[in-house]
């Protein structure tokens, strides 16, 4: 069976909530795709920044790139009302946005 990290849809969400439960982890569906839209963005911004320097964090509804001082670096809103609900109606969609928001963000530095 293939490992699936960060899922890239909602097949890959099922796939990781069964991993994750054969691990003994238990995720609803809606908290796998909240994980893997932050690790997705986040692994956007590593690659950006060519390294981890800043993370990305949930402040409600939005993601909120961190400095290593704490400082804000720049924000992510979902198009919808969370980006749960963004995956659900568009994954590609919603990746590409995070993509781009993490190259915006991460570009300059």
């Known amino acids: 069976m293939m490992?699936?990290?960060?899922p890239q849809d909602?097949?890959?969400v099922t796939l990781r909530?069964?991993?994750l439960q054969r691990s003994g982890v238990d995720m609803t569906e809606d908290e796998v795709i909240k994980q893997g839209v932050l690790d997705a963005f986040q692994q956007f911004l590593d690659q950006v920044e060519d390294g981890h320097y800043d993370t990305g964090v949930y402040e409600g509804h939005a993601l909120v790139?961190?400095?290593i001082y704490g400082e804000d670096m720049g924000h992510v809103t979902p198009e919808g009302t969370t980006f749960i609900e963004d995956f659900k109606t568009n994954?590609?969609?919603t990746l590409s946005r995070?993509?781009?928001a993490a190259i915006k963000i991460g570009g300059g530095r």
């Open 91 to 93: 994954a590609e969609s």
């Open 98 to 100: 995070l993509e781009a």
């Open 10 to 12: 909602m097949d890959e």
């Open 3 to 6: 490992i699936i990290q960060i």
């Open 65 to 67: 790139v961190k400095d």
């Open 17 to 19: 909530q069964v991993q």
